[in-house]
């Protein structure tokens, strides 16, 4: 059994030790899986991107018919407080905020509730970045069809479609699953999905099959930024093997190149099976990005 740490949480209105927090099986986020996330980066101690992470907040729990039931400077002064605090604890200046709201608690019944508070519950925990090995050497990833539920736009907390698929990579060593629909591109496990070709950085459109990435429109800008072109549009199963270049990004990810895909080595002569010139490009400007769009 895993020792929970003992770092500070936030939980319907009070900050406690992680270990020390409980909800009520009744919560519908227990029993249904009722409920939204969101992550937010932060580097330096600083957030990153915070009102992009916000706004997407909004949207997913307006899909779910739950009211926000914080303003942005009440969401912005309890995401301070919990880094400032592991940042005492641990030293660790870039972390991960983790931000779950449940529909709340209610005796079980299929139908929405009314007039029930929601559950809401915060953490943060010290960030994972990729290798100094996976950013020079590229990851591997094999392919699935997307079995989960239609409505991948919201940032649902019903992970279970993708923790069977972030499995399978697991199962074979890999970093990611990346998932196809109906013969189309749609995402990965836990990232969306770009490729190159011919030197344009292209990506899924929008749907209610993708979640729509905070990355999405931060990868536009740094594709103005460097001059890379930029492009969404349905991507053909075939064209993501046919690829230049095969990119993850996430929160945690930032950008990452994937140079194996189903055990065969992605893009083509010299540079087949190792990063391409995009990634490198829109690494570095990532970079930059960081020290300039975090509050």
Same mark, same amino acid.
């Given at each position: /059994?895993?020792?929970?740490?003992?770092?500070?949480?936030?939980? !319907?209105?009070?900050?406690?030790?992680?270990?020390?927090?409980?909800?009520?099986?009744? %919560?519908?986020?227990?029993?249904?899986?009722?409920?939204?996330?969101?992550?937010?980066?932060?580097?330096?101690?600083? @957030?990153?991107?915070?009102?992009?992470?916000?706004?997407?907040?909004?949207?997913?729990?307006?899909?779910?018919?739950?009211? !926000?039931?914080?303003?942005?400077?009440?969401?912005?002064?309890?995401?301070?407080?919990?880094?400032?605090?592991?940042? %005492?604890?641990?030293?660790?200046?870039?972390?991960?905020?983790?931000?779950?709201?449940?529909?709340?608690?209610?005796?079980?019944?299929?139908?929405?509730?009314?007039?029930?508070?929601?559950?809401?519950?915060? /953490?943060?925990?010290?960030?994972?970045?990729?290798?100094?090995?996976?950013?020079?050497?590229?990851?591997?990833?094999?392919?699935?069809? %997307?079995?989960?539920?239609?409505?991948?736009?919201?940032?649902?907390? +019903?992970?279970?479609?993708?923790?069977?698929?972030?499995?399978?990579?697991?199962?074979?060593?890999?970093?990611?699953?990346? /998932?196809?629909?109906?013969?189309? @591109?749609?995402?990965? *496990?836990?990232? !969306?999905?770009?490729?190159?070709? $011919?030197? *344009?950085?292209?990506?899924?459109?929008?749907? &209610?099959?993708?979640?729509?990435?905070?990355?999405?429109?931060?990868?536009?800008?740094?594709?103005? $930024?460097?001059?890379?072109?930029? !492009?969404?549009?349905?991507?053909? &199963?075939? %064209?993501?093997?046919?690829?230049? &270049?095969?990119?993850? +990004?996430?929160?945690?990810? $930032?950008?990452?190149?994937?140079?194996?895909?189903?055990?065969?080595?992605?893009?083509?002569?010299? @540079?087949?099976?190792?990063?391409?010139?995009?990634?490198? #490009?829109?690494?570095?400007?990532?970079? #930059?990005?960081? @020290?300039?769009?975090?509050?």
């Amino acid at each position: /059994m895993q020792t929970l740490p003992d770092t500070l949480c936030y939980l !319907n209105g009070e900050y406690s030790p992680l270990h020390l927090a409980k909800v009520s099986v009744l %919560d519908r986020g227990f029993i249904f899986g009722d409920g939204i996330y969101e992550v937010v980066p932060a580097y330096g101690g600083r @957030l990153f991107r915070f009102d992009e992470h916000m706004a997407r907040l909004n949207r997913s729990l307006s899909k779910l018919r739950i009211a !926000n039931p914080h303003s942005r400077e009440e969401w912005l002064e309890r995401c301070r407080t919990l880094v400032a605090a592991l940042i %005492d604890k641990t030293g660790a200046p870039d972390q991960i905020v983790y931000i779950q709201i449940t529909r709340g608690v209610a005796l079980r019944d299929h139908v929405m509730p009314a007039d029930v508070p929601p559950t809401v519950f915060m /953490m943060c925990s010290a960030m994972k970045p990729a290798t100094p090995e996976q950013r020079h050497q590229g990851v591997s990833c094999v392919t699935a069809r %997307d079995f989960r539920w239609e409505r991948g736009d919201i940032k649902s907390i +019903s992970l279970l479609g993708n923790v069977l698929a972030r499995q399978m990579s697991a199962d074979h060593g890999a970093l990611e699953t990346i /998932m196809f629909r109906n013969g189309h @591109l749609t995402e990965a *496990a836990a990232s !969306n999905v770009w490729i190159v070709h $011919e030197g *344009a950085l292209l990506g899924p459109p929008k749907s &209610e099959h993708v979640l729509e990435g905070i990355r999405y429109e931060l990868i536009r800008e740094l594709c103005e $930024e460097v001059g890379i072109a930029y !492009n969404l549009r349905p991507i053909p &199963e075939a %064209d993501v093997f046919s690829a230049d &270049e095969v990119l993850l +990004s996430s929160a945690t990810k $930032e950008l990452l190149p994937v140079t194996m895909l189903d055990g065969q080595p992605v893009g083509h002569g010299a @540079l087949r099976g190792k990063p391409g010139p995009v990634y490198s #490009r829109l690494h570095e400007a990532y970079q #930059r990005a960081k @020290l300039t769009q975090s509050i």
